[in-house]
């Protein structure tokens, strides 16, 4: 990389906060899209963790990169009645604005409307965003945890996000229990590099279910333990794991040398009994897509999406729903980067041949 993500922000004129983590690590969080740009364990290099696409930047796209925050289901809000795809661009990039901001955390808002296709009803949403660090989860504990960690950096960071939701038109409550005209989800999506290995727990052997694929993937283990996609490949196809198998956890292993890795652990809440409406185009009665991967191939740059869904909230009266995710980032030696790969995720069966 010719430049730093910082540096090129700041050649940009893009407002941006910088915000730094006890144990020295950064942040910048993007008022533009209301995204987390990016993040670097300290003396390490940046941009290392998320894929970040300055071109798209520079053109004013949304396809910039970093940990953004989107609503589905996709088909709903991304698709119009001729079945053409596009990205709203009231959504994102949209007109972020920062509320506040700190040494360790930054407040963000945005208001938009979108248009719900299969009901045809207008929304209003309102967005906030909260995003601080946090500390290194293997100096907060007793546990196991508190091995030899010499030559592993970390930063992190939590992220909570708050949705309302205001109809166009409310339907007077005549007391009956109809079931809702549609959803709307909170939809959190991770870019990473390309050329990792995606790695998800679940409980048992769990296979994904196939959203779409140009190709279906024949590399990915699916053991007892979770699930090991490596992401890379000249095809893109996305991932489905649901509410029942998932754990509330995923995480991203990367080489970055010949002895050196990166890991990115994601912690989310989960609820079996929630409706997650993201359907494939051929299941819209489907409410289980708690948890993707897609893989994109190279075909809009050469990355891979980390994602999951909160619990929708029904689309046919006011409502508010909220979202809390911490992400955990180490760098080091691999062999100990893969320790904790272990000891995060619990995937002993799918870890044991090594990352």
């Not at 660090?133 to 030559?151: E, F, H, I, Q, V």
């Not at 409706?275 to 009665?285: G, S, T």
Request: proline letters at 8%.
């Amino acid at each position: 990389m010719s430049e730093t993500p910082e540096a090129h922000l700041k050649k940009m004129g893009e407002p941006y906060v910088k915000l730094i983590g006890e144990d020295g690590g950064t942040l910048l969080v993007l008022v533009r899209g209301g995204r987390l740009h990016d993040m670097t364990v300290p003396g390490g290099q940046a941009g290392a963790s998320f894929w970040t696409n300055p071109a798209a930047l520079d053109a004013g796209g949304w396809n910039t990169g970093g940990d953004r925050t989107w609503v589905s289901p996709e088909i709903e809000y991304f698709t119009d009645g001729s079945g053409n795809y596009g990205i709203p661009p009231q959504l994102d990039p949209g007109r972020w604005t920062l509320d506040s901001s700190t040494g360790r955390e930054a407040s963000l808002r945005m208001s938009c409307e979108l248009r719900h296709r299969a009901s045809a009803a207008q929304l209003r949403l309102n967005l906030e965003k909260r995003f601080a660090t946090l500390p290194n989860p293997l100096l907060m504990n007793k546990s196991s945890a508190a091995r030899d960690r010499t030559g592993v950096r970390y930063v992190g960071y939590e992220v909570r996000t708050a949705l309302e939701l205001e109809p166009d038109g409310v339907a007077p409550d005549d007391g009956s229990a109809a079931a809702p005209s549609g959803y709307c989800s909170l939809w959190s999506i991770m870019q990473v590099p390309a050329g990792g290995i995606a790695l998800v727990p679940t409980r048992g052997r769990v296979p994904p279910l196939t959203m779409f694929a140009q190709r279906e993937p024949t590399d990915i283990e699916v053991t007892a333990g979770g699930v090991r996609i490596p992401c890379g490949g000249s095809y893109s196809y996305k991932l489905s794991f649901d509410a029942v198998a998932s754990t509330g956890r995923y995480g991203y292993f990367r080489r970055l040398g010949a002895s050196e890795s990166s890991l990115v652990v994601r912690q989310f809440n989960v609820y079996p009994a929630g409706v997650y409406p993201d359907y494939p185009p051929d299941r819209p009665d489907y409410l289980g897509s708690c948890m993707q991967i897609y893989n994109d191939g190279g075909h809009l740059g050469g990355f891979a999406e980390l994602e999951y869904q909160s619990p929708a909230l029904p689309i046919d009266k006011p409502s508010r729903a909220t979202d809390e995710s911490q992400v955990f980032h180490f760098t080091g030696p691999t062999e100990k980067i893969t320790e904790i790969a272990a000891l995060l995720l619990g995937m002993d069966d799918a870890l044991t041949a090594g990352l």
